[in-house]
């Protein structure tokens, strides 16, 4: 990452033009950015601790940045474009994501607490230790594609029909969760907690489940799952299956 500049952050953002090389570490930006026209270009930028609370960022985009630690807490993000970078522990609480794409993002940490996630894509993604707990059931349709969730909490969360391709989801935290219909390939579900989690439909012969124990079939029952894994189901349960 370049050197950021010394020239006046606040003043760029008023410009119309990318914001590149700009550090606006612990900048409080919603009065500026709500007295300029959007949406906005941010390059190569720091913003690590940036108060973005409320603001309507539709149609930013952000390329290789620094955002950790940032509040975009209940944020207008809808068509929002992150390419790169890191949005490591931001607060995306209650924000409107609808249609937003990140691509190859540190958002370890983040929170997604009642976020609305609607047609939301996040394609090789770092979410480890993620809070993406009561996401809002209106319209909840986003895809998760080749990201890690390891210890992830997902619990309560609304994602039936959901297609996850190449998610590994080990140790997340997934109690409760409506995952009907969802469809796992490539997935890892090792030492996921599924207590409680609805799983009526869900396809889940292309997820590494892990260790099969004895509690297994009661936490996968309504789900589909391969002739293989019903074998070590059987394993577990020291059942005998003469054909």
Known sequence: MSEPSTADPLAALATGAPVEGVDLTDTDLRAALAAADGPWL???????????????????????????????????????????????????????????????????????????LADTRFEACRMIGANLSNLRDLAVSFVLDGSNLQLANLQDAHLRGLRLTGVDLTEADLRGADLRDAVFQNCRLRNTDLSHTRL??????????????????????????????????CRALDLVVID
């Open 42 to 116: 941010f390059r190569r930028c720091v913003l690590d601790g940036a108060d973005l609370h409320g603001l309507d960022l539709s149609g930013t985009a952000f390329e290789r940045c620094t955002v950790t630690g940032a509040s975009l807490l209940g944020c207008s993000l809808d068509q929002l474009r992150v390419d790169g970078g890191s949005f490591a522990g931001c607060n995306f609480s209650e924000a409107d994501l609808s249609d937003a794409q990140f691509h190859d993002v540190d958002m370890s940490r983040a929170r997604f607490t009642s976020a609305l």
């Open 200 to 233: 009526a439909g869900a396809d889940l012969r292309g997820a590494d489940l892990g260790e099969i124990t004895a509690d297994t079939p009661r936490q996968l029952r309504g789900a589909v799952i391969s002739a293989a894994q019903a074998a070590d189901v």
